[in-house]
């Protein structure tokens, strides 16, 4: 897993709550402040995997930029294993 | 969708994407290795629909336990796949609780130090 690389960057907490509240099928469904901390915490993972992945993936084809195709190879796994 | 709720989900999702490149950029210059726009594009758009997935499934998982509010417990469920991310996310989960427990030492206090005796 990809350690966090610096804790400025981040999503804001603002962002998140809305994100997810935006997805709730039912109006009346809330979020802890916690919760939505962890959420945070939990899509940060999930774009640092995305992208230290597709990092990988350019670098085994010693590719100097990193392209959509590379994205697209390491995409199926990232999404079993979130 | 009306009009409004159209825009808040494209604001939304440029803030996803401006987080995205920034993250980006970062590894990028850490590695010496550039994302072209187009990766960091198709990330954004993907972690935006995963957002919709961890959404649906953190607001079952409090139904399940007739909550209506969801709660750090439900994302820890969601984080169950993989062992590595479930571990790095109780560990953040018992950082806020220490966090919570220096500011206020109630009566919440005597049932986590009964939760650590325990562990």
């Known amino acids: 897993m990809a350690e966090q690389q610096d804790p400025e960057i981040s999503f804001k907490k603002e962002t998140v709550k809305k994100l997810l509240s935006s997805f709730f099928r039912e109006d009346k469904t809330k979020i802890s402040s916690d919760a939505v901390l962890l959420m945070v915490e939990m899509l940060k993972v999930f774009v640092q995997?995305?992208?230290?992945r597709s990092q990988k993936?350019?670098?085994?084809?010693?590719c100097d930029q990193v392209?959509?195709?590379?994205?697209?190879?390491?995409?199926?796994?990232?999404?079993?294993?979130? | 969708m009306s009009v409004d709720e159209h825009e808040t989900q494209q604001r939304l999702k440029a803030a996803v994407h401006y987080?995205?490149?920034q993250l980006c950029q970062k590894l990028g210059d850490d590695h010496r290795r550039e994302f072209s726009r187009q990766v960091i594009a198709a990330i954004a758009e993907t972690t935006f629909r995963q957002c919709d997935i961890f959404a649906k499934d953190l607001e079952a998982f409090?139904?399940?336990?007739?909550?209506?509010?969801v709660s750090t417990e439900d994302v820890k469920l969601a984080a169950r796949r993989s062992t590595a991310l479930s571990i790095y996310i109780?560990?953040?989960?018992?950082?806020?609780?220490?966090?919570?427990?220096?500011?206020?030492?109630?009566?919440?206090?005597?049932?986590?130090?009964e939760e650590e005796s325990r562990e």
């Open chain 1, 49 to 52: 995997e995305a992208a230290v």
């Open chain 1, 57 to 62: 993936q350019a670098e085994s084809e010693d």
């Open chain 1, 67 to 82: 392209d959509i195709e590379h994205f697209e190879k390491i995409l199926p796994q990232l999404l079993l294993d979130f």
């Open chain 2, 19 to 21: 987080t995205v490149g």
């Open chain 2, 62 to 69: 409090a139904r399940h336990a007739k909550r209506n509010t």
């Open chain 2, 90 to 113: 109780q560990n953040k989960s018992e950082e806020l609780n220490q966090d919570l427990k220096k500011k206020s030492t109630g009566k919440k206090k005597s049932r986590e130090t």
